[in-house]
């Protein structure tokens, strides 16, 4: 089975720098996935992990160590339009059947405060 | 290309009716997922199609769940004799074969049974 567990909510100040930390356990690791999702609407992608190390993407790094089952997603200078939920996001593989589907953690609710 | 689009946007039905969601993927992916979120939930994944295979099923997808993809193009996800524990947000998502890509996704049919 997979597990993934993320903070359910977060503040943080307009102009800042948030952390939201991923932790999961899973067979068949096969990509760690962010997406943002604004309430209401639909989840769009913010970055894809697969190698340990940091991906870096404008105000967005996702970060990811395997040995650790440990994810981190990295907003830096903070704007208001930032207030969404940030989705953790696993997709494992299955020996012959080649799924790619997700696994999604519950969100962390973040919300970005003058 | 505008996306992955889903239709109806909304529903509401009584319990015990059927209904019946279409989703349009993105026309080059060959790979569609349903998804289902409840609210404060992260998605849960119900079912994935590779062109017009239907490679696999969540245990999540009861018998009166059914979902097709006659020409490899666009789906369509039934619910029968629906219950008030079906009510959620129902996404779709498409993705490329080619590579480790992000899976896009539309912007959901919320249904509501009464």
């Known amino acids: 089975g997979q597990n993934i567990d993320q903070p359910t909510e977060m503040t943080a100040t307009e102009g800042a720098i948030v952390q939201i930390n991923c932790t999961y356990q899973?067979?068949?690791?096969?990509?760690l996935f962010w997406y943002q999702q604004h309430a209401g609407e639909a989840p769009t992608f913010l970055s894809y992990n697969v190698l340990d190390g940091l991906e870096e993407k404008g105000r967005f790094s996702s970060f990811l160590s395997r040995s650790k089952g440990y994810s981190y997603l990295l907003l830096k200078e903070l704007q208001m339009k930032d207030s969404a939920s940030y989705l953790c996001a696993v997709r494992s593989t299955y020996s012959g059947a080649g799924s790619y589907q997700l696994t999604f953690g519950k969100g962390t609710k973040l919300s970005v405060i003058p | 290309d505008t996306g992955v689009s889903q239709d109806p946007r909304h529903k509401i039905t009584k319990r015990g009716q059927n209904v019946t969601f279409r989703c349009d993927p993105i026309s080059e992916h060959n790979r569609l997922y349903w998804y289902r979120q409840t609210l404060g939930q992260g998605p849960e994944f119900l079912t994935y199609?590779?062109?017009?295979?239907?490679?696999?099923k969540s245990r999540l997808l009861s018998d009166r769940f059914s979902a097709e993809r006659p020409k490899g193009s666009f789906s369509t996800l039934e619910i029968q004799r629906t219950e008030q524990g079906d009510s959620a947000m129902y996404l779709c998502?498409?993705?490329?074969?080619?590579?480790?890509?992000?899976?896009?996704f539309g912007q959901g049919t919320r249904l509501t049974v009464v």
């Open positions: 899973t067979s068949g690791f096969n990509g």
């Open positions: 199609f590779q062109n017009e295979a239907q490679l696999e």
């Open positions: 998502a498409s993705s490329s074969f080619l590579g480790n890509t992000e899976a896009f």
